[in-house]
């Protein structure tokens, strides 16, 4: 049922599929596809999305394969459809503040280019250097400064897709306001794949902003750290960024990159502002100092505050290179950060099991990496349960089973316990009807366990 599918762009090589067949994420299964299509344009990914409806195959669609959810894994006799060619900037406009990009554009390029014209698009995730735009949309990515900025729903003004049905339709606006109908192109953002194939993405960009200032400090445990946090957004700072990186993460990126990062704390905070003066700064400082802080200082040394933020980037694939790493990404209300990081920790200890932590912990995203040995089922399984209680000690602080990653095949236990059957329903009768015949992603999200 694939001889006919676009010849030119199918691949059906066993080596390139199975160098396709998943994202980044630890232990999330995955099928070899039938095949593999890369696209040129909207007409192509509708030739295909027909093609699968006709034939009722299976339809993944795949940015960078960065994910850590497994949302973008094939799945059994599937059609993997890669984005990777549909990369160009279509426009930057000054004017409206915005950006056309297609879904293969990478995050840093779209970025780079909208710097050329004093214009910022701020959604970061740690993976922008290699990340694209039409996954950050999928999983709604963050990153480091939406604890004042937002996410990638924020910047989302319309898009074309090409739909469940085979349709290719724009939805959305240019316009800076715009309540015309159901905000359905809000509804593709997370949607991971399962309601619509995006070809197209119109954002928003923001004016080039102030230079920024850091204060970093060390803490002598997880959970000061997390309190001088909350002591941070309490005093009514709204920092550019507030991020946590430990000694496990420090020591694995520098031993890769020999960066020579200190190794004096157990944690390290950072924090940036990019207000007009210094005051935001020095009331964070004051918040670090007075949660207990070792060291605590305002840098004067750019350089080194970059490689400090360049750590907290590198942290997941310098630790991947000690073992397996399965990631969470739970996140909960900031009066509860430092409670759920004393639960991390018991969780660790309880099920021995290495865990590390990085976390935008200024809005409350924690990343618990959870470290096992290669080829170690006994250690795998200890770190699954320790998985499985950190989901259940965010939900039971309020918290979500994922703030940035998305719910793909990991997440899914969690998310029944997040949400009641009944709002279950609401989203299975969205999916139902934008995706009338079952092709899209089938089984994530919301598919059975």
């Not at 740690?126 to 604890?147: D, E, L």
Request: contains cysteine.
């Amino acid at each position: 049922m694939i001889d006919d599918l676009l010849p030119e762009l199918t691949i059906t090589d066993p080596d390139v599929l199975r160098s396709y067949a998943h994202d980044e994420a630890e232990w999330a299964p995955y099928a070899l596809p039938a095949a593999l299509v890369r696209p040129r344009g909207a007409e192509d990914v509708q030739a295909v999305v027909r093609h699968c409806i006709k034939h009722r195959i299976p339809l993944v669609t795949r940015g960078a394969g960065t994910g850590l959810s497994g949302g973008a894994n094939a799945v059994e006799g599937c059609v993997l459809l890669a984005m990777d060619q549909l990369n160009r900037i279509i426009e930057i406009d000054p004017v409206e503040r915005l950006a056309v990009v297609e879904p293969g554009v990478v995050n840093d390029d779209l970025r780079a280019a909208a710097a050329r014209q004093n214009l910022w698009y701020p959604p970061d995730p740690a993976s922008s250097p290699w990340s694209t735009i039409g996954g950050n949309v999928a999983t709604n990515a963050g990153g480091v400064c939406c604890v004042k900025y937002g996410v990638t729903r924020d910047y989302v003004l319309g898009m074309q897709i090409v739909t469940g049905t085979g349709e290719i339709v724009r939805l959305g606006r240019r316009t800076a306001k715009g309540v015309a109908g159901y905000d359905l192109a809000g509804l593709m953002v997370g949607s991971e794949g399962t309601l619509g194939v995006i070809t197209e993405i119109t954002v928003r960009l923001r004016a080039k902003r102030a230079p920024e200032r850091t204060v970093a400090a060390y803490f002598s445990s997880i959970t000061a750290a997390g309190e001088a946090a909350a002591a941070v957004i309490a005093a009514g700072v709204v920092p550019s960024a507030l991020e946590l990186v430990d000694k496990h993460c420090l020591k694995a990126v520098d031993a890769w990159k020999n960066m020579g990062l200190s190794a004096e704390a157990e944690v390290v905070l950072l924090g940036r502002t990019d207000t007009a003066d210094d005051a935001e700064a020095a009331t964070m400082l004051a918040c670090f100092e007075q949660a207990g802080a070792t060291w605590a200082a305002m840098s004067t040394d750019e350089a080194e505050a970059d490689a400090l933020f360049a750590a907290r980037r590198l942290a997941y694939p310098a630790l991947e290179r000690l073992g397996p790493v399965l990631t969470e990404d739970v996140c909960v209300p900031t009066g509860k950060i430092a409670e759920m990081l004393g639960r991390i920790e018991a969780a660790a200890v309880r099920h021995d099991t290495v865990i590390a932590n990085i976390a935008h912990i200024g809005d409350g995203n924690l990343h618990p990496l959870l470290i096992t040995p290669t080829d170690d089922d006994t250690a795998k399984a200890r770190a699954q349960a320790a998985f499985e209680d950190i989901i259940a000690d965010a939900l039971a602080l309020g918290g979500t089973v994922t703030g940035e990653h998305g719910v793909g095949l990991l997440k899914r236990p969690g998310l029944v316990k997040e949400l009641s059957p009944a709002v279950l329903d609401l989203h299975r009768a969205v999916k139902n009807a934008l995706d009338p015949h079952g092709i899209l992603n089938p089984g994530k999200v919301f598919g059975d366990p």
